[in-house]
C-alpha cells in the first residue's frame, strides 16, 4: 500500500504565500519523479510543477519564477513554495509521484488539498 499524504493548503489573499507538503509513504516504493497538479472548478487537471529524484524541474508558464518546488529524497517528501499567489492559481492540490513497486512501474495521486486565494 502507497500512500501520499498532503498538507498545507488553505485561504489565503493575493499576494500572500502557501507552502504545501507531500509526503510518500509505503513499502516497497522507490520514487523516482514527484510533483503538483491542479484542478479549478469547470476546469481540466494541469501540471504545476515536477521535480525528479536527481533534483531537475519542470514548471507550466503561469507559475515560474513565483513557485519553487523541492523535495528531500531521505523523507520521500516533495514541497510546492507558492509566493505571490493571484485568484487564479485558485484550485485543488494534487500531488503525484511515480516510480517502481516490486518492479513494476507505478503512479500514484494525493487526496488534494484546497488552495483559494481570495480579497
Known amino acids: 500500500q502507497v500512500q501520499l499524504v498532503e498538507s498545507g493548503g488553505g485561504l489565503v489573499q493575493p499576494g500572500e504565500s502557501l507552502r504545501l507538503s507531500c509526503e510518500a509513504s509505503?513499502?516497497?516504493?522507490?520514487?523516482?519523479?514527484m510533483g503538483w497538479y491542479r484542478q479549478a472548478p469547470g476546469k481540466q487537471r494541469e501540471l504545476v510543477a515536477t521535480?525528479?529524484?536527481?533534483?531537475?524541474?519542470d514548471y507550466a508558464a503561469s507559475v515560474k519564477d513565483r513557485f519553487t518546488i523541492s523535495r528531500d529524497n531521505a523523507k520521500n517528501t516533495v514541497y510546492l513554495q507558492m509566493n505571490s499567489l493571484k485568484p487564479d492559481d485558485t484550485a485543488v492540490y494534487y500531488c503525484y509521484s511515480d516510480g517502481f513497486r516490486f518492479g513494476i512501474q507505478k503512479n500514484y495521486w494525493g487526496q488534494g488539498t484546497q488552495v483559494t486565494v481570495s480579497s
Open positions: 509505503g513499502t516497497a516504493f522507490i520514487v523516482y519523479t
Open positions: 521535480i525528479s529524484r536527481t533534483g531537475g524541474t
